[in-house]
């Protein structure tokens, strides 16, 4: 079985979880995922089943969208509903206002990762430093978000609740940018709830629960769930004759006519071989799938 199941992670379960449901759904321990989510995420999170995993920085590195909901009125120790939590006096903004510190977002921007995080600096992981009550200072890195729209608000006594819809690049912290807003606005800020529903370009509205999983496994069904990896890499699609084939597969660098420069996904009628960088029409393997996997 080679290719990615596009699965709608549930709240609670970690990546790593449903890593092992499709280990034990599958019989095969080389599975992994395309970008982690936390235990109080949902929504797209590809796993990669077989040779796929060798293509797990490829997927990983793709826009992303997120649904979130973003509190503002407190501020969080773990940036997130997790806690604990402070309550902040101070006005709330209006929905003007708040559009406008959204739209603040918007582009390329150092960003600080949260204190609670899987980001290792020194040697050290800063969720665990957090924890023992000596934070790491982690350095900020660049980010980019495309596009932050807001699609409602809720109002309570001393707290508001923005949903929003997010678009960013890899590596973007929604935690992150719920602080920053809160920070903005006066109001302290964090995330309560986040869905995702884009990644490695599959979408949500064709994920697949665990619960249908195991049912497809049950029924002996479970590859109908199993996407083909070469449809996902965003990069130009290459096709190979028999002769290329053979080079290619072996190592050499086949010379081509025409091909784009650059990385490439390369294959034969129609299956994929692996990725290769072209270069001055030299067609150099990157990776390789097994011979069993390939046409």
Not at 62 to 69: P, T, V, W
Not at 70 to 88: C, E, F, K, N, Y
Not at 225 to 236: D, N, Y
Request: charged residues 25%; glycine residues 14%.
């Amino acid at each position: 079985m080679l290719g990615v199941v596009n699965l709608d992670k549930p709240v609670g379960p970690t990546s790593h979880d449903m890593v092992g449901l499709l280990r034990r759904l599958t019989g095969t321990r080389r599975i992994g995922h395309a970008g982690t989510l936390d235990p109080l995420a949902s929504g797209v999170l590809p796993i990669l089943v077989g040779a796929a995993t060798r293509f797990s920085q490829e997927l990983t590195g793709g826009n992303k969208r997120y649904e979130a909901i973003i509190r503002l009125g407190a501020r969080s120790l773990t940036d997130d509903a997790q806690g604990p939590i402070t309550a902040v006096d101070g006005p709330l903004p209006t929905e003007a206002g708040l559009t406008a510190a959204l739209e603040g977002f918007v582009g390329t921007f150092e960003q600080r990762p949260p204190d609670f995080s899987a980001r290792k600096q020194g040697g050290q992981t800063a969720h665990r430093a957090a924890r023992a009550g000596a934070p790491i200072e982690l350095a900020a890195r660049s980010v980019r978000v495309d596009g932050i729209d807001l699609l409602g608000v809720d109002r309570g006594d001393g707290w508001l609740d923005a949903r929003v819809d997010i678009r960013c690049g890899p590596g973007t912290y929604i935690r992150s940018i719920a602080r920053d807003l809160g920070e903005r606005l006066g109001t302290g800020g964090y995330l309560r709830a986040l869905r995702r529903t884009e990644a490695a370009g599959l979408s949500v509205r064709d994920a697949i629960d665990p619960a249908s999983l195991e049912a497809l496994a049950a029924d002996g069904r479970l590859a109908e769930a199993v996407q083909p990896v070469g449809e996902l890499l965003s990069m130009p699609h290459i096709e190979l004759d028999a002769d290329a084939v053979r080079r290619f597969v072996t190592g050499s660098s086949p010379r081509l006519a025409d091909a784009p420069e650059g990385r490439v996904a390369v294959f034969a009628g129609g299956e994929l071989l692996g990725v290769g960088s072209v270069s001055e029409g030299l067609l150099r393997p990157e990776k390789v799938l097994p011979r069993e996997a390939q046409p």
